[in-house]
Nanobody, 126 residues
Framework: QVQPVESGGGLVQPGGSLRLSCAAS????????IGWFRQAPGKEREAVSC????????LYADSVKGRFSASRDNDKTTVYLQMNDLKPEDTAVYYC???????????????????WGQGTQVTVSS
């Protein structure tokens, strides 16, 4: 499988917005499941969202519900993470992970995922 590629990180003021992209390949498209995670310095990797092509569903971590929204392009190989009302505590390296199947009950565990991108830095600061 090919490593997914993230883009779209940067510096934004509190209350601002950013959109991240994750471009994936190497798996059968209809079986993609794409997750977003983030890791702040000194902290464990934290789940953000999971999007499943197999059952057209997206799950979110409680910490981002109502502020972050995931969507896909028409060919279902790219997932976008729209992040609104950003807070300083959202500052982290954001990683995209790709696998096959559905999100399932363990989607938030980093060990569930087999293929990771390099990450993109998001900094929320005034």
């Amino acid at each position: 499988q090919v490593q997914p590629v993230e883009s779209g990180g940067g510096l934004v003021q509190p209350g601002g917005s950013l959109r991240l992209s994750c471009a994936a390949s190497g798996f059968p498209v209809d079986y993609y499941v794409i997750g977003w995670f983030r890791q702040a310095p000194g902290k464990e990797r934290e789940a953000v969202s999971c999007t499943s092509n197999k059952d057209d569903s997206t799950l979110y971590a409680d910490s981002v519900k109502g502020r972050f929204s995931a969507s896909r392009d028409n060919d279902k190989t790219t997932v976008y993470l729209q992040m609104n009302d950003l807070k300083p505590e959202d500052t982290a390296v954001y990683y995209c992970a790709v696998d096959i199947g559905r999100c399932g009950s363990v989607w938030s565990r980093p060990t569930r995922w087999t293929t990771w991108g390099q990450g993109t830095q998001v900094t929320v600061s005034s």
